[in-house]
């Protein structure tokens, strides 16, 4: 069975920073493109950021550029997301999610780690 758990969430002012984690047991971790994205409160589940399989590429969400950075270990099984200059509405969810280098929808997803960011 396919876990993604995901770690490093909490409560941090306004400005601060936090590093997320997703850990998963994915066979062959190195070849999947990783991804991060997050819900918040009466709102869709939106995309944050992506990390092709081999870490040579990554995309950001455009309100992330410059503060979020994404990250991968491919000997850890694990990817992270760096999150800086934090803002209350990057309050959320977060969830990480694995998908194939094919083309299609990711298909495993962790439980999701909360990130309450106060003012």
């Known amino acids: 069975q396919v876990q993604l758990v995901e770690s490093g969430g909490g409560l941090v002012q306004t400005g601060g920073s936090l590093r997320l984690s997703c850990a998963a047991n994915l066979r062959a971790f190195s070849t999947y493109n990783m991804a991060w994205f997050r819900q918040a409160p009466g709102k869709e589940r939106e995309f944050v950021a992506t990390i092709t399989w081999n870490g040579g590429s990554k995309n950001y969400e455009d309100s992330v550029k410059g503060r979020f950075t994404i990250s991968r270990d491919n000997a850890k099984n694990t990817v992270y997301l760096q999150m800086d200059r934090l803002k209350p509405e990057d309050t959320a969810v977060y969830y990480c999610?694995?998908?194939?280098?094919?083309?299609?929808?990711?298909?495993?997803w962790g439980q999701g780690t909360q990130v309450t960011v106060s003012s």
């Open positions: 999610a694995a998908k194939t280098v094919l083309p299609g929808p990711y298909m495993y």
